[in-house]
């Protein structure tokens, strides 16, 4: 194969845990998501993958994940490079509400809506808000265009460019490459490798802590459709969770 990319979702977050829509809001790993993240590491070695370079989010649940399971994996050396667009989707209005709460309060159609639709973003979250990032200094080349919702076609539109010009270009130089990122960025991500249509994405869930890996061929194209989990079946019943998520 010519080109070998590795996904990494976030280990579990603490908001991932309290169950509560989280988007740009930096919140830490729990002592499970740290732990998911250096058996990513292991998953790697034993898989018999190098990571060459790593790319990540502004968001330290992607950093901190990708470090410990670089640690694991006796990579911390490697190069990184860090960008805004590899961000979880920015939730709007939702940020720092509970899920089950949320589904309660608006009901299944809104909720699923909001949380898996391809077009339509929550309510923009208020720049004066608690979980408003406006104002943060890593943003700060943003000015303006800083985002205050997202919907998926949203995240596609700023991850692609990031994808064409600096993570291609990894893979055409020859090196393996990881992404440390995040539920949403990640879903868009794997939408444009695997060409999944608008209503389909709304189906697919990203487990954290997995490495997933792709080998692509000269256009980019997955040998395998969905590429390939290190750890199948922990990703089976892990993705269960996430889609289920609210419900309990
Ligand atoms: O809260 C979020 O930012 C994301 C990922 O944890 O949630 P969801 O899976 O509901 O899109």
């Known amino acids: 194969m010519t080109y070998t990319l590795i996904l990494l979702r976030h280990g579990q977050s603490d908001w991932n845990e309290k169950n509560l829509f989280t988007g740009w809001v930096d919140v830490d790993l729990t002592e499970q998501g740290r732990t998911e993240a250096k058996r990513g590491g292991e ?32 990579l911390l050396w490697i190069p990184v490079k860090r960008d805004w667009r590899l961000n979880e989707r920015h939730y709007g209005a939702l940020q720092g509400k509970n899920k089950a709460e949320t589904l309660e309060e608006f009901g299944e159609e809104k909720f699923m809506e909001w949380r898996r639709s391809y077009d339509t973003p929550p309510p923009p979250l208020d720049d004066s808000s608690e979980f408003s990032q406006i104002g943060d200094p890593r ?51 794997v939408k444009h490798l695997d060409g999944i249509s608008d209503e389909d994405i709304a189906g697919l869930n990203i487990p954290t802590g997995i490495p997933l890996l792709y080998e692509l061929d000269e256009d980019f194209k997955p040998a395998v459709a969905g590429g390939k989990y290190l750890d199948p079946e922990a990703a089976a019943e892990a993705v269960k969770a996430v889609a289920s998520q609210g419900r309990k």
């Open 43 to 74: 998953l790697l070695i034993e898989a018999g993958l190098r990571p060459d370079v790593l790319h990540t989010s502004l968001l330290k649940r992607a950093i901190t994940t990708a470090n410990l399971a670089l640690e694991s994996a006796d």
């Open 139 to 189: 943003y700060a080349d943003l000015g303006d265009d800083a985002p205050r919702t997202e919907c998926l076609k949203d995240v596609l539109e700023r991850m692609l460019p990031y994808w064409e010009s600096e993570i291609k270009a990894d893979l055409v130089a020859g090196r393996t490459v990881l992404v440390a990122a995040h539920g949403n960025s990640l879903r868009a991500l």
